[in-house]
């Protein structure tokens, strides 16, 4: 079992800057690829980055330049920072994590950017 905490979530201005964290605990020895995903009001959820166990990365291409997700494996746990936030970035932003053949999520956080 795994378990997945986010936080950072907020309100900011648009231009602003967030940094969202994701950490994972349970009795999973290892934790794979990670992943945030976001969800606005009346839309599907949908991909923002991905990074695997060795630190490959993926970005969906509405935040490429302006997103970035590492993580740091002793402490299990993934960021995402986001720079230069728009409106349109507003959303709920989950985490994911791969451990032992198996798909956790976290819970969300909420991230509202202004005009």
């Known amino acids: 079992q795994v378990q997945l905490v986010e936080s950072g979530g907020n309100l900011v201005q648009a231009g602003g800057s967030l940094r969202l964290s994701c950490a994972a605990s349970?009795?999973?020895?290892?934790?794979?690829?990670m992943g945030w995903y976001r969800r606005a009001p009346g839309k599907q959820r949908e991909l923002v980055a991905v990074?695997?166990?060795?630190?490959?990365?993926n970005y969906a291409d509405s935040v490429k330049g302006r997103f970035t997700i590492s993580r740091d494996n002793a402490k299990k746990t993934a960021y995402l920072q986001m720079n230069s936030l728009k409106p349109e970035d507003t959303a709920v932003y989950y985490c994911?994590?791969?451990?032992?053949?198996?798909?956790?999520w976290g819970q969300g956080t909420q991230v509202t950017v202004s005009s």
């Open positions: 990074i695997t166990s060795g630190g490959s990365t």
């Open positions: 994911n994590a791969m451990a032992s053949g198996l798909i956790y």
């Open positions: 349970g009795s999973a020895f290892s934790i794979g690829t």
